[in-house]
């Protein structure tokens, strides 16, 4: 309602796209570190035959009238996956034993699930309590932003190198060390 007021009974098509913005974003990411090493032409076949997955699904999946135009929406999610994870096995390749699972999918992954949690209970919360939508919805943003940066401070995905990296980030860490410090000296009492 709020991006779109005069065509939002295409909400159920917008949500279940959501779910390829998750597979484009990792894509994105995974695709510049591997432009970083050099490996360009992973990306370029990885997208080609994405496509050629895309235009066969979406062939096959319209014309069936249960489907319809959720086989376009079906088609791009599942040529995103493939992408993804041609990508992702590519980078894994280059890193060698460098690649974290724990680190880079666990723990981000985890700190998504708890973001996603925070905002929907935000939201829920706030629903009739807020009457302006927009409002409504900064909010829910702003508390899942919030979550995500915490649950990746107390996971600890972070190393000292990448936090110096951020804005702020030397007050930050030293803030974050001083927690622990004293963390451990009340576990110690």
Do not use: W
Not at 32 to 38: E, K
Not at 140 to 157: D, E, V
């Amino acid at each position: 309602m709020m991006l779109f007021p005069n065509a939002s009974s295409g909400e159920f098509v917008y949500q279940i796209s959501a779910i390829s913005i998750i597979f484009i974003t990792l894509e994105q990411t995974i695709n510049g570190a591997l432009q970083g090493l050099g490996k360009v032409n992973v990306p370029v076949i990885a997208f080609a035959l994405g496509g050629i997955i895309k235009l066969i699904l979406n062939l096959v999946l319209i014309p069936i009238k249960k489907i319809g135009i959720y086989g376009a929406i079906i088609s791009s999610i599942i040529s995103d996956i493939f992408i993804f994870i041609m990508c992702f096995i590519s980078l894994k390749k280059c890193l060698y034993n460098k690649f974290s699972i724990n680190k880079f999918i666990v723990k981000p992954m985890i700190s998504s699930i708890v973001m996603t949690a925070i905002s929907y209970i935000l939201y829920s919360k706030l629903v009739g309590k807020i009457q302006n939508n927009i409002i409504l919805l900064l909010t829910s943003i702003i508390g899942g932003i919030i979550a995500y940066i915490i649950s990746i401070i107390l996971l600890k995905t972070l190393d000292k190198e990448e936090i110096y990296m951020i804005p702020y980030g030397q007050k930050l860490f030293k803030t974050i060390e001083r927690k622990n410090s004293k963390h451990k000296q009340n576990q110690r009492v």
